[in-house]
């Protein structure tokens, strides 16, 4: 055999808390070959990122490697003195993180950045560098190279820093490229980008990628082999059909099911918890360890979860006719309802527009304008679930916030139960932001760090005057609690003692705190593990049903949309540019821009990935 780009044996990253020992990594194996893609693949905290920080020997001060072997091209890493790995890192072996943002330095252009790695480890003068750092964003698709390279990271979209972050770590030839995260934060159609361009260097190149990520979806898009993760430990490992083919693990069982299909019938998502429990176990030495207990999936739960809920609340039969969409009951479930004709919709949008002003000069004049939102119109009704589906800076996020009137629209207007909410005054729209709430898509973000959940909670009550003592308004606060699935003793916490997931239903409780009867959920799952996101989906179509509530839901995936939303409007440089029914427009889309947002959405269809599979190997036989 070949000696392995990447061998791992045995390998035990341990973090020295105060707290105690924590087991990042707990004895994992595997190799990886040349020109072949492992996908390591788990939730947050299953360990997958401390392995690849492990590999690049950037752990943290209180991690230590206790025992195991990296064999790096067959140079053991463990025990190697940091100037000798130094050496390694960029030219041997490179890393792209998760956020490029948090990884470029916002005061240096981005072509600079990417030519200090070229001068370090190349030798290269300052003029062959910025020319081989051109070469290198052509290269990666970032239009108008060479211009681009004196721009600084705000300057460019999240594609574009994510590219410049794979120039970088491609600029000295590596043997193995770690991505870490890398489409986690991009819009579908970015990251099938952001993909097909790894996929093509690999190939290109004969370079290995270790590919780390949270989605077996993207997993089957890159992978030749896959590596489960859980709690630190390997479950499951083996070649990317076998593992989507036949997974044994209930935790694999769970990741592949969780995740919403476009094709999927589900009403409720099923969730690890459906596959899988776990229990602490002593051992004989007083360490503790996670027994995993498979539960198993049965046909009266699959029928629960298929059939269990509300159906589809659609516009009144007129409006779809209209729309092109006429009403067919061979089409839709047998609970698909619509809404009686004559309706007054809950929210009614008409030519919503904002502008934002681009200013220049020393005298700073407004020279044009970003048409951020050009001319929206839609109507919501009572207890539906619109969903807005775009792509960054399509302006779907600032649509919802201009509702809300957290931004002021610049022309349009909006009406909430007939009434006019441009035309209110702070203190009548205070009133009325108790029955308009929202949820941001950063639940960290959204949240005081100095405030307990508690006082986040309580404090819109105080706003509004609900409760009649501090006492009251804690028992509220406690139910709301629970009504998330969280417990009442998470009061007196603050928000980095929770997960991205508890925090998001923290967020989801503080909306619910002073019972409004529409929601616009902007983004509120995308920074999640598709294990909690299918929890956090879940949840949010229990509180709808037992609450009445109507929500706008934003996204940039159209499978997410699909499953949530009842009706579908898809955005597009400001303006809608497809209405209707989210089952049709999945079915029969019209424009060529949802069919593009279709078909960027990764595929995990065993025939697919079959498919795929095939290629990859006449590839290899071709090559050999």
Not at 82 to 100: C, D, H, N, W, Y
Not at 124 to 137: D, G, P, V, W
Not at 366 to 388: E, I, M, N, P
Request: aromatic share 4%.
């Amino acid at each position: 055999m070949t000696t392995p780009v990447i061998a791992i044996k045995n390998l035990r990253t341990y973090f020295h808390t105060e707290e105690g020992v924590v087991r990042a990594v707990d004895d994992i194996s595997f190799r990886l070959d040349e020109g072949r893609t492992l996908g390591i693949v788990g939730e947050s905290g299953s360990g997958k990122s401390v392995t690849s920080l492990s590999v690049m020997k950037l752990l943290a001060s209180s991690a230590k490697i206790e025992s195991g072997s990296i064999s790096l091209l067959g140079k053991e890493l463990v025990g190697l003195p940091e100037p000798q790995m130094r050496k390694l890192r960029g030219a041997t072996v490179s890393m792209i993180f998760q956020e490029p943002m948090t990884s470029l330095n916002p005061v240096f252009t981005v072509g600079a950045q990417v030519m200090e790695a070229l001068r370090l480890h190349q030798g290269m003068s300052k003029s062959e560098a910025r020319q081989r750092t051109i070469e290198l964003f052509d290269e990666v698709g970032i239009p108008n190279p060479e211009s681009r390279v004196d721009s600084y990271p705000h300057q460019m979209s999240g594609g574009q820093k994510q590219r410049v972050m794979i120039a970088m770590a491609l600029s000295c030839d590596p043997e193995l490229l770690i991505a870490d995260e890398p489409t986690t934060a991009l819009d579908v159609t970015i990251q099938a980008q952001i993909l097909d361009i790894l996929r093509r260097l690999r190939d290109s190149r004969g370079m290995s990628i270790l590919f780390i990520t949270h989605d077996l979806g993207v997993i089957a898009e890159i992978a030749d082999d896959v590596l489960v993760m859980y709690r630190g430990k390997m479950v499951e490992y083996g070649p990317v059909l076998d593992i989507f083919e036949n997974p044994k693990h209930p935790y694999t069982k769970g990741l592949l099911s969780c995740r919403p299909r476009l094709d999927s019938t589900y009403r409720l998502l099923p969730t690890v918890s459906d596959f899988m429990t776990t229990r602490d176990v002593v051992q004989p030495d007083g360490t503790t360890e996670v027994e995993v207990v498979e539960k198993k999936l049965t046909e009266a739960d699959i029928k629960r979860m298929t059939t269990h809920g509300r159906g589809r609340l659609l516009h009144p039969k007129s409006e779809l006719a209209a729309m092109g969409h006429p009403w067919d009951e061979a089409r839709h479930p047998a609970d698909t309802t619509a809404v009686e004709e004559g309706t007054t919709p809950l929210l009614e949008v008409n030519d919503l527009q904002v502008y934002f002003p681009v200013r220049r000069g020393v005298l700073a004049r407004v020279v044009d304008h970003v048409k951020a939102v050009d001319g929206v119109s839609f109507k919501v009704y009572r207890g539906q679930t619109l969903g807005l589906v775009g792509e960054s800076g399509c302006g779907k996020t600032t649509a919802g916030r201009a509702i809300l009137r957290l931004i002021e629209p610049t022309g349009g207007g909006v009406k909430f139960e007939g009434q006019d909410v441009g035309a209110l005054g702070s203190n009548d729209l205070r009133r009325l932001r108790r029955k308009l709430q929202i949820i941001f898509q950063d639940p960290y973000g959204s949240l005081n760090p100095r405030m307990t959940v508690e006082s986040t909670i309580v404090e819109p009550m105080n706003v509004h005057g609900l409760g009649k003592s501090r006492a009251e308004r804690r028992d509220m606060a406690a139910a709301l609690l629970e009504e998330v699935d969280l417990k009442p003793e998470h009061l007196r916490r603050y928000p980095h003692e929770f997960s991205g997931g508890q925090r998001q239903r923290i967020c989801i409780a503080r909306a619910l705190a002073v019972e409004p009867e529409f929601i616009v959920c902007d983004e509120s799952v995308s920074a999640l593990d598709v294990s909690v996101q299918a929890q956090v989906l879940n949840l949010l179509k229990r509180l709808q049903e037992s609450r009445g509530l109507t929500y706008i839901f934003i996204s940039h995936d159209l499978s997410v949309v699909k499953f949530m939303a009842d009706m579908m409007a898809v955005m597009n440089g400001g303006k809608i540019v497809e209405f209707g029914p989210s089952e049709n427009i999945y079915a029969n889309p019209r424009e060529d821009y949802t069919r593009k947002l279709i078909s960027a959405t990764p595929d995990d269809d065993i025939e697919q990935i079959r498919q795929r599979v095939e290629q990859r190997e006449a590839m290899r036989a071709a090559n050999a």
